[in-house]
């Protein structure tokens, strides 16, 4: 069983280009979370999906960004105009279900830098 | 709002030394506690997941406990090694959005050989 895959692992862009991050959860997962760390900063929480809906985003920005969760295929965050304070490590995570008794697995991460 | 601190920043120890590595949060109001470990350029691995009923868990040389009504837990690590040698980030998961996990800034950690 492969655990949380992201894609691409690194990806650079210019301001004001689109950035998509991909995020395939473990074998079974339905429950996938998007997280952002800016350097020398802890991940802080930013939208929560299950397959086809937002579940919680209150930690997405307003403007620029936006998470899906398709029927088939990854999860994608998609980050329009980019611009240098973007630039961060934005990891996801999967899990079966969710509650105080479930872990949740964490993939690579995709370091994304905007020049 | 809760905030989750971890103290120290950084820490150089010899390797063989015993450590504690420090995480404190303001709100009681958690289902649960875990720690993970960060190598450089890497994802994140959970090492240990303790239950708000619970006062510590044990993983070979880890142990970390919890002591909920004053917001604290702490990372023991045994006979360090220099592979030991990552940042190790503590997450609380609260009451009221139990699948989100608030992260401290993490203790960057360095074994000397």
């Known amino acids: 069983n492969a655990g949380v895959m992201q894609n691409p692992r690194h990806l650079v862009r210019r301001r004001g280009q689109e950035a998509r991050l991909r995020c395939s959860p473990m074998?079974?997962?339905?429950?996938v979370y998007w997280y952002r760390q800016l350097p020398e900063e802890g991940l802080k929480f930013m939208v929560y999906?299950?397959?086809?809906?937002?579940?919680?985003e209150s930690g997405m920005p307003k403007e620029r960004f936006s998470a899906e969760f398709p029927k088939e295929g990854p999860s994608i965050l998609r980050i329009q105009q980019v611009v240098r304070g973007d630039s961060a490590a934005y990891f996801c995570?999967?899990?079966?279900?969710?509650?105080?008794?479930?872990?949740?697995?964490f993939g690579q991460g995709t370091r994304l830098t905007v020049v | 709002k809760q905030e989750v601190t971890q103290i120290p920043a950084a820490l150089s120890v010899p390797e063989g030394e015993n450590l504690v590595l420090n995480c404190s949060f303001t709100?009681?109001?958690?289902?649960?506690l875990q720690w993970f470990r960060q190598d450089p350029g890497k994802g994140l691995t959970s090492l240990l997941l303790i239950q708000s009923s619970q006062r510590e868990q044990t993983s070979g040389r880890l142990n970390a406990s919890l002591d909920k009504s004053s917001g604290r837990s702490t990372l023991y690590i045994a006979a360090s090694q220099p592979g030991d040698s990552a940042t190790y980030l503590c997450?609380?998961?609260?009451?009221?959005?139990?699948?989100?996990?608030?992260f401290g800034s993490g203790t960057r950690l360095l074994v000397r050989p």
């Open positions: 999906l299950q397959k086809e809906n937002i579940i919680d």
């Open positions: 709100d009681s109001a958690i289902y649960n």
């Open positions: 997450a609380v998961n609260l009451m009221d959005s139990s699948y989100k996990l608030i």
């Open positions: 995570a999967s899990s079966p279900l969710t509650g105080r008794d479930t872990e949740a697995f």
């Open positions: 074998k079974g997962h339905s429950h």
